[in-house]
């Protein structure tokens, strides 16, 4: 099966791949962070088939349930962080906000993909070489990358 928006399609045996992965391989839970898509899209896939907690989940329902009808400003601000970990050109700045969650994963799919700039993405193959990142799962279109502890250790969880 395939997804279509406008951004792009997304062969979904990928995602279902990956998300299987999680499901097998990954205990406790630690945080992942996945890309923010508009509402009604392919948003949110990891942390819901998953049940692993996320930076931010589907906004509408995160504002609502924890805003009201407000505007909830510490909503919008992991709204932003989401954003600017797969947007900025930094992998400072990225690892500053992973850090700043206690993110163990990041997942980059071809939802990530469509949504991003390319040259926001590529930093992670950087944080790879420095070693701020480890490659722990990987197919053809979906990567998941473990975050290296703040202080610098990178033990799995």
Known sequence: AVYTDERGTVELRWDREAI???????????VIV?????LYHWGS??????????????????IH????????????SRLQDVNTIYSTKNPYEALRLLHKYGVTYLY??????????PE??????????????????RNQAVSIFHVARQDGGNQRK
């Open 108 to 117: 980059l799919g071809e939802t990530e993909q469509h949504y991003y700039p």
């Open 20 to 30: 299987h992965w999680l499901q097998q391989n990954v205990t406790g839970s630690p």
């Open 120 to 137: 926001g993405l590529a930093k992670f193959a950087a944080m790879v070489q420095s070693g701020h990142l480890q490659i722990a799962y």
């Open 65 to 76: 349930r924890k805003c009201g009808q407000n505007p909830c400003l510490a909503v919008r």
């Open 34 to 38: 996945e890309g923010l898509t508009p």
């Open 45 to 62: 896939r990891v942390s819901v088939y998953t049940g692993l907690p996320t930076v931010v989940g589907w906004d509408f329902h995160e």
